[in-house]
């Protein structure tokens, strides 16, 4: 990348000793001169960009310049194809407490009121049309109703899937 207003010119390749640049993956950095001039540079590891900054062997391709600066910049990583990428580290956050009763009640009321208005009511029923949908007997469909103990008992040795939602107590 050059700078805005720079031509290209002749091209300066570094290399490093004992370091095969071609197939070690390589850092680059944003990096700014005294005069502001700003351009990127690409080194083999931050100790190699560390020692040719201390040694003054990285310039300016505008104005020449010796006296750089590293940006701050956002991280990439690149990853060898047999190696495995490395696992985030997960921030502790602490789970959030239980809903008060209050709060409990609010949600319940909001999925009663979702499971209304978006599935099919079929009342005593819901057993036999549970059984028909999972077998692919009848359309598949979202729907709700009352089962027995007995029809759900029967339901979960057939492996289809249900979940019972508590009624919520409304004041009258």
Request: net charge negative.
């Amino acid at each position: 990348m050059l700078p805005s207003g720079s031509t290209a010119g002749p091209t300066r390749l570094l290399t490093t000793r004992g370091i095969d640049l071609i197939d070690s993956p390589m850092v680059v950095y944003d990096l700014i001169c005294k005069k502001q001039h700003r351009f990127e540079a690409w080194f083999p590891n931050y100790e190699e960009y560390q020692k040719q900054a201390d040694k003054k062997l990285i310039s300016c391709p505008t104005c020449g310049s010796t006296r750089i600066e590293k940006l701050p910049h956002a991280c990439a990583v690149h990853v060898k194809k047999e190696q495995p990428a490395p696992v985030p580290k997960k921030t502790e956050k602490a789970p959030p407490g239980p809903p008060s009763p209050a709060e409990f009640k609010e949600m319940l009321l909001r999925v009663h009121h979702y499971i209304k208005e978006n599935f099919e009511d079929v009342g005593s029923r819901f057993a036999e049309e549970a059984r028909q949908i999972h077998c692919g007997k009848t359309e598949e469909r979202s729907i709700h109703g009352t089962a027995t103990p007995e029809e759900r008992a029967e339901l979960t040795e057939e492996g289809i899937p249900y979940a019972i939602l508590p009624k919520p107590e409304l004041d009258s």
